[in-house]
């Protein structure tokens, strides 16, 4: 008997704090689904531009894995009892979207690695790994199972990335640069304390960043992470530090 | 083929002024400043990296080339509660320090702590050498007392002197090496035992010493007081000056607070030296890291790692806390001397303390002579 009402008690305390903040996992799950089908749309685009068949099987199966991702964070909405919405066109998943397309359309095999790889990785793995922090049961594991699934298959990038590093670093580090102005300003504008262009088109009520402590997390945390994260990754790629400072330095707020 | 990093200095803001400034320098002239609120909110997450590079001219004529790393530690999280997330951060700099290939790092501020303590925190340091820097600032902030003192005509054998925070390493040695000047001195800490310690081994030398854990409590008036213990925030309440006090104020943060009234004292900020070959900076972050009202001007801490680089003498020349000896201190003034390194013209929160023409060579557009602020 007591095992039982210890039980009961047990899972209406959980359900509470969860319901209660549910529409707020509502909106960072939306985000996360969203992010992961725009992975999944740039590796399918990037396995058309690879000439290596291994690398379009590689591709391939990264956009299998970003897919099961998406699925994962939806089902762990409906545990919540949400229905979680996506939406790849949604502001700035939108230009994210399009500014890969636009190495794409150069065949810029090395351009779409550092944009998916090193920058909006770099963003979701650092997000994720504290959302997993602090989300509540098996959302929680999920976030921080995915930000480990994310962080594993980036090694295979990030070589590729350092030999290309090797052959012409001005070169490499040019580029990266040209990719920084142009993806970092956007996902810089996304974590920004406020949207200064207005709605993020996902979220379904106001910003969800002013509700984020309501759940133990702040915006401002999540970019500093999130940048933190970016920042280690170039160090990996062998950028000199006292540069990527400058870039992330001018970054808007 | 990357220049060669012949010295590193890691050291940390000491406010958010300073932070938001290093923050506008690289944003550049024509983005505006970061707003407060994100800087606090972006400052703390940066990891641990070069900020800026340096070219140290010596007198005599060679230069040596490093680079200035900032730990990013947040100025308002410097208390003894966040002590482990610093270690964390200074050893990333130290880290960093290693990566860069630099031949001799100098440990300011709170990062001295990595070669201080009982344990020795640094990573794997490879052919990387690490100093406190504590010999140089001692020089400095012992060279200014005597400059004052000569400069008021005051006799130091008739002196009482009180060092704030005098079993560190920089008080210790201030201690050992102006306790034979002096008549009588009295030691000041929290913690009784290193107090006893420190006042046995210089009462052996016959000197008359007294210690308190308390300034309140202390019946014996002070001539002249050394600032230099680490405290959490800039609030020292001295209770027992005598009349016309010199106080040397060389904690950072600032162990006086602004607002401290000290009528009839002099105060100056001690410990500091000047680069008559001078110093540039890429970016030019100089005035942000340097806030003196003097040209070529830095802590002796991280003035140190320089001197050592500009002698070619890459070796730890302060490690461990409460070994620097009147020896070491001579020692490092001369190799200074020897490259135009000097004491600081002395200053405090008002402005210079001193009438001087400050002349360095490679640097004529940062000529300037110093408005004098209160009379010596
Ligand atoms: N001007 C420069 O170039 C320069 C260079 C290096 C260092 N510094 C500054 O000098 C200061 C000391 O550095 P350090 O390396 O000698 O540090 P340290 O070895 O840690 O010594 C700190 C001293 O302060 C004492 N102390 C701490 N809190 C105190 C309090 N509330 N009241 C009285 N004494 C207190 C400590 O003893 P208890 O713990 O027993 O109280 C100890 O004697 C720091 O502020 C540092 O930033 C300046
Ligand atoms: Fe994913």
């Known amino acids: 008997m007591e095992a039982v009402t210890t039980l009961k008690c047990a899972t209406a305390d959980n359900a509470n704090p969860i319901s209660s903040t549910a529409s707020i996992w509502q909106d960072v799950l939306a985000q996360a689904v969203t992010g992961e089908l725009i992975a999944v749309l740039n590796y399918t685009s990037l396995a058309e531009i690879c000439e290596d068949p291994d690398e379009v099987a590689d591709a391939l199966e990264h956009a299998e894995s970003e897919r099961g991702h998406a699925a994962a964070f939806t089902a762990e909405g409906g545990k919540l009892g949400i229905v979680v919405p996506n939406n790849v066109n949604a502001k700035y998943w939108k230009r994210l979207r399009t500014a890969f397309l636009r190495q794409i359309d150069a065949r810029g095999f090395i351009g779409c690695l550092i944009i998916q790889e090193v920058m909006l990785e770099s963003f979701a793995v650092a997000s994720y790994k504290r959302v997993g922090q602090v989300a509540p049961g098996s959302l929680g594991n999920t976030f921080a199972a995915i930000a480990a699934e994310e962080e594993d298959h980036i090694d295979h990038a990030m070589a590729i990335l350092r030999a290309e590093r090797a052959l012409d670093v001005q070169r490499f580090d040019d580029k990266v640069y040209a990719l920084h102005i142009e993806v970092m300003t956007i996902l810089a504008q996304m974590f920004a304390r406020e949207d200064a262009d207005g709605h993020c088109e996902l979220c379904h009520g106001s910003c969800v960043k002013q509700s984020l402590p309501v759940v133990g997390l702040t915006s401002s945390e999540l970019r500093g992470v999130a940048l933190q994260h970016y920042l280690r990754t170039l160090d990996m790629l062998g950028l000199p530090g006292e540069l990527t400072l400058v870039w992330v330095a001018q970054l808007p707020v | ?376």
């Not at chain 2, 008002?350 to 557009?365: I, K, M, N």
Request: net charge negative; with cysteine.
């Open chain 2, 1 to 376: 083929m990357p220049i060669p990093i012949d010295f590193a200095l890691i050291a940390h803001q000491e406010s958010w002024r300073a932070a938001a400034d290093v923050l506008a320098v690289l944003r550049g002239p024509y983005l505006a400043p970061i707003p407060d609120d994100d800087l606090k909110e972006i400052f703390p997450w940066f990891p641990p990296r070069a900020v800026c590079h340096i070219d140290h001219r010596s007198v005599l004529g060679h230069s040596v080339h490093g680079i200035y790393i900032d730990s990013f530690i947040p100025p308002d999280r410097l208390a003894h509660k966040y002590r482990h997330e610093n270690i964390e951060r200074v050893r990333d700099a130290a880290a960093c320090a290693i990566k860069a290939g630099a031949r001799i790092v100098s440990l300011g501020g709170f990062s001295s702590i990595l070669i201080e303590g009982d344990s020795d925190l640094l990573p794997e340091k490879g052919e990387t050498v690490f100093t406190t820097g504590n010999t140089l600032t001692v020089a400095f902030v012992v060279k200014g007392i005597k400059k004052i003192c000569a400069l008021q005509g005051r006799d130091m054998g008739e002196a009482t002197l009180l060092i704030v925070g005098a079993t560190g390493d920089v008080g210790s040695g201030c201690a050992r090496c102006l306790a034979p000047l002096v008549k009588r001195v009295v030691l000041n800490a929290r913690s009784i035992d290193r107090l006893r310690s420190l006042a046995e081994e210089l009462s052996a030398g016959g000197k008359a010493v007294d210690i308190a854990t308390d300034l309140q409590q202390l019946s014996v008036q002070a001539d002249i007081v050394i600032c230099v213990a680490s405290l959490e925030s800039p609030s020292l309440l001295l209770g027992r000056l005598g009349p016309n006090a010199i106080i040397c104020d060389a904690g950072y943060p600032k162990n006086l607070s602004p607002v401290d009234v000290l009528e009839d004292c002099t105060v100056f900020f001690g410990g500091l030296g000047q680069s008559l070959g001078g110093m540039s900076f890429e970016p030019d972050v100089h005035r942000v890291l340097h806030r003196h009202p003097f040209p070529n001007v830095g802590q002796g801490c991280v003035m140190e790692g320089m001197v050592l680089a500009l002698e070619g003498r890459f070796e730890p020349f302060s490690q461990g806390r409460g070994f620097i000896t009147p020896e070491r201190v001579q020692e490092i003034e001369a190799i200074a001397a020897r490259h135009g390194i000097h004491l600081a013209p002395l200053y405090n929160a008002q402005g210079p303390l001193e009438e001087v023409a400050c002349e360095t060579e490679g640097s004529a557009d940062e000529r300037q002579i110093a408005a004098p602020g209160r009379a010596v």
